[in-house]
């Protein structure tokens, strides 16, 4: 799958300058250098740096800001959420054990960046954002990028049930615990990805459905997202 940008979009002022949407060499090389970074700090799931060396980070935020799109670090994208810091996005995905043709329900589509990763990974992506100034954002940008995602306005919690069951659910803020939906959207045998905690600083699970009734856990670790809201879409 390739992220092309039809010509109209370098002249849509209202949302991307032609700087933006621009993928040079040096934003390339940039790129590069973000993946040997995550490489040097554990990920070696290679068709997964493949596909984040295929994603413009850059694309995702302000052509003011391009000197933070490609370090290792989270940044601010408004409505008080965050584009996901790269490794975080590395590491999510890889423990998610994605493969092509795979339901990958998403919980948070935020800025919109992991959600490309996942579909050009071949996954078919179910994303729900529940901040509606940043879900109209961010599905303007996904749609001119001809990103292949089904995006959806709603609470998280409740996730998408009239696609279920999922092969994986990917869960890209902290949650004070594992919702019930989630779980029950899952498909047997499938696996679900939630950093699980409240405060600055969750910890990463990995709960494998092992039927309808039984699931085992894994943890992977400290991590900090922004926090899972629950009960109702926010209005602006």
């Excluded at 600055?200 to 992977?220: A, P, Y």
């Amino acid at each position: 799958m390739e992220f092309i940008l039809e010509s109209k979009t370098l002249k849509d002022k209202s949302y991307f300058s032609s700087q933006e949407m621009e993928d040079s060499y040096r934003h390339k090389g940039l790129r590069r250098n973000l993946l040997a970074q995550l490489r040097l700090k554990g990920i070696k799931n290679e068709d997964v740096l493949e596909a984040m060396e295929a994603v413009p980070r850059h694309f995702f935020m302000s052509s003011a800001f391009l000197k933070f799109a490609y370090e290792d670090k989270a940044f601010p994208i408004g409505a008080d959420q965050t584009i996901s810091q790269p490794y975080t996005v590395a590491f999510q995905t890889s423990i998610l054990n994605v493969s092509a043709g795979m339901k990958v329900l998403e919980i948070g589509t935020g800025s919109g960046y992991q959600t490309s990763v996942l579909a050009k990974l071949g996954a078919k992506v179910f994303s729900i954002e529940r901040q509606k100034s940043l879900f109209l954002k961010t599905d303007s940008l996904l749609t001119k990028m001809r990103v292949k995602a089904q995006r959806y306005y709603g609470d998280g919690y409740k996730g998408k049930p009239g696609f279920a069951p999922y092969d994986r659910v990917l869960v890209t803020c902290g949650a004070p615990e594992v919702p019930d939906a989630l779980l029950k959207q899952l498909k047997v045998g499938g696996l679900l990805v939630i950093p699980v905690g409240q405060g600055n600083s969750q910890e990463m699970l990995r709960l494998t459905k092992n039927s309808e009734t039984d699931f085992s856990v894994e943890r992977f670790g400290e991590f900090s997202f922004v926090p899972m809201l629950e009960d109702r879409e926010m209005r602006n």
